[in-house]
């Protein structure tokens, strides 16, 4: 059900201009949030566990394991949504052949990418993100099974998801679904999707990053009830030395466009979904950890990452 808030912020991002944006009530998003479907998602999920490892340095000409034949698949589950909306979707792949510390001989490493035009200002976007790669703990090892069900084909299913729903419907802004290579190797896709937004001057708005969203449910101490973090940088990555200036003699420390970027999605949460909690937490990720927000900010994106309320680490 973590879809349901990605669709939602998705959804009323995309449908009104950053200034008019408010928490007035909006039928359509009580709309969105009862045509989300649970048993999709899990159904996403258990297709990208059964190829077996993600792994970005893993096989890619196999039609049934490895990086390729999954990625392959997230295409064609796109291509499949274009072709319910009459081809609303514009599906691309990005790439680049990368080599660095995690991936020691050159590889290419592909996103997959659906974008949904908007009708109104197109070149104000959204992008709804998860990554599609996997990994075991020895984060070199691409040929042991990694079947990442939570970390984080959990995230590409709510992508999916969000695209299913939000295709039926027209927007102001565009729309891109993006199913992200790399993370585990160095956030690799993330700054490829970065490269490609700023490449064709995408005025991105918002980043709703979902990286481990599969294991929420009962674990804020209310039966029945979801609970999500929903993390945010501070101060900006691309702050300049200006600006840092007036923000140590202002203020503004927790007034970043990621952090109230946060707090519409918390404000939305709480207005149109039954038992699902939202915990804002001031930080741009886990401690010690990262996620392909990282990449969005460096790129001077506001983004956000979204996280199950309670991780297990063992998982």
């Not at 928490?23 to 899990?42: C, G, Y």
């Not at 090892?141 to 729903?165: I, K």
Request: charged share 25%; hydrophobic share 35%; aromatic share 6%.
């Amino acid at each position: 059900m973590r879809a349901l808030s990605i669709a939602l912020a998705g959804a009323l991002l995309a449908s009104t201009p950053a200034a008019a944006q408010t928490l007035e009530e909006q039928a359509l998003l009580h709309q969105l949030a009862s045509e989300v479907r649970p048993e999709r998602m899990r159904a996403d999920t258990e297709a990208l566990v059964g190829f077996g490892t993600r792994h970005t340095m893993s096989e890619t000409a196999s039609d049934t394991r490895g990086i390729g034949a999954a990625r392959r698949w997230a295409q064609g589950q796109f291509e499949a949504i274009s072709r319910d909306c009459g081809g609303c979707l514009t599906v691309v792949t990005p790439s680049d052949t990368v080599t660095g510390p995690r991936v020691p001989t050159p590889t290419e490493v592909v996103d997959v990418v659906a974008i949904q035009r908007g009708t109104g200002d197109p070149d104000r976007v959204i992008i709804i993100s998860g990554h599609i790669d996997s990994r075991v703990t020895d984060v070199m090892n691409f040929t042991a099974d990694a079947p990442g069900a939570n970390d984080d084909a959990s995230g590409v299913a709510a992508v999916l998801e969000a695209a299913r729903v939000l295709s039926k419907h027209r927007f102001e802004a565009t729309l891109v679904f993006a199913a992200l290579s790399g993370e585990e190797q160095g956030l690799l896709g993330g700054k490829i999707l970065g490269d490609y937004a700023q490449a064709r001057g995408w005025r991105v708005e918002a980043n709703l990053n979902n990286d481990i969203v599969g294991n929420s449910e009962g674990q804020s101490g209310v039966r029945d009830t979801t609970r999500v973090r929903v993390f945010s940088e501070g101060t900006k990555t691309v702050e300049t030395e200006a600006q840092e200036e007036r923000r140590r003699y202002n203020g503004g420390e927790v007034d970043s466009a990621s952090r109230n970027l946060a707090r519409f999605v918390d404000g939305l949460a709480d207005r149109y979904l039954a038992n699902f909690d939202v915990d804002m937490i001031y930080r741009t990720d886990r401690y010690g950890r990262g996620g392909d927000q990282v990449e969005m900010l460096r790129h001077g994106f506001p983004a956000v990452r979204i996280s199950e309320g309670a991780e297990n680490y063992d998982r």
